[in-house]
């Protein structure tokens, strides 16, 4: 088991894979399917994001769809806590709530079951990127219209000259890879 947060980021870092020019041309696509695959790796990055979130009594994980499922599934566990889908519009059954946010080639709209949180419940969104904001700062949104209290955000991966902190600010980031 690595010993510091420097060791854990540079086995991550060794797990995901760069591919150049997808979904489009001058973009790097930073694919996490190496780590997933990795059992060692996997259990480091959940291990890394629940010893950084300790301080935190989180009664809620919400993952964002789709990546943010296994990640935010996996923490839950560790943490002994819930686990609530944030999911794409159309994607959930029950009464819902929803918020668009912007993309950089659009607009999306995330959704969460209108009872996924308890009032004053403490929160933690997970995806595996962070890289504009966006769909963070609406899954933030939409777990704080339940009166849930968002605690931090978790990110495997953090693109920082997207600058997506600007959007989350007031909150705990934890991101175990930076590029």
Same mark, same amino acid.
């Given at each position: 088991?690595?010993?510091?947060?420097?060791?854990?980021?540079?086995?991550?870092?060794?797990?995901?894979?760069?591919?150049?020019?997808?979904?489009?041309?001058?973009?790097?696509?930073?694919?996490?399917?190496?780590?997933?695959?990795?059992?060692?790796?996997?259990?480091?990055?959940?291990?890394?994001?629940?010893?950084?979130?300790?301080?935190?009594?989180? +009664?809620?994980?919400?993952?964002?769809?789709?990546?943010?499922?296994?990640?935010?599934?996996?923490?839950?566990?560790?943490?002994?806590?819930?686990?609530?889908?944030?999911?794409?519009?159309?994607?959930?059954?029950?009464?819902?709530?929803?918020? +668009?946010?912007?993309?950089?080639?659009?607009?999306?709209?995330?959704?969460?079951?209108?009872?996924?949180?308890?009032?004053?419940?403490?929160?933690?969104?997970? +995806?595996?990127?962070?890289?504009?904001?966006?769909?963070?700062?609406?899954?933030?949104?939409?777990?704080?219209?339940?009166?849930?209290?968002?605690?931090?955000?978790?990110?495997?991966?953090?693109?920082?000259?997207?600058?997506?902190?600007?959007?989350?600010?007031?909150?705990?980031?934890?991101?175990?890879?930076?590029?």
């Amino acid at each position: 088991m690595p010993h510091n947060s420097a060791d854990v980021e540079r086995i991550l870092r060794e797990k995901i894979r760069a591919i150049p020019d997808y979904p489009k041309r001058g973009i790097i696509f930073r694919d996490i399917t190496p780590l997933l695959k990795d059992k060692n790796a996997t259990k480091i990055c959940i291990d890394e994001m629940a010893k950084r979130l300790s301080r935190y009594k989180i +009664d809620y994980v919400v993952g964002i769809e789709a990546r943010g499922f296994i990640f935010g599934s996996l923490l839950a566990y560790k943490l002994g806590a819930g686990f609530v889908p944030a999911r794409k519009k159309g994607k959930l059954p029950y009464s819902k709530i929803s918020r +668009d946010y912007a993309l950089e080639y659009g607009n999306e709209t995330l959704e969460m079951h209108d009872d996924a949180v308890e009032r004053q419940s403490n929160v933690v969104v997970v +995806d595996d990127l962070l890289a504009t904001g966006g769909t963070a700062s609406a899954a933030g949104a939409l777990v704080e219209s339940l009166g849930g209290r968002v605690v931090a955000y978790a990110f495997v991966v953090e693109l920082k000259d997207l600058g997506g902190r600007s959007k989350l600010t007031g909150k705990d980031i934890v991101s175990i890879v930076t590029y």
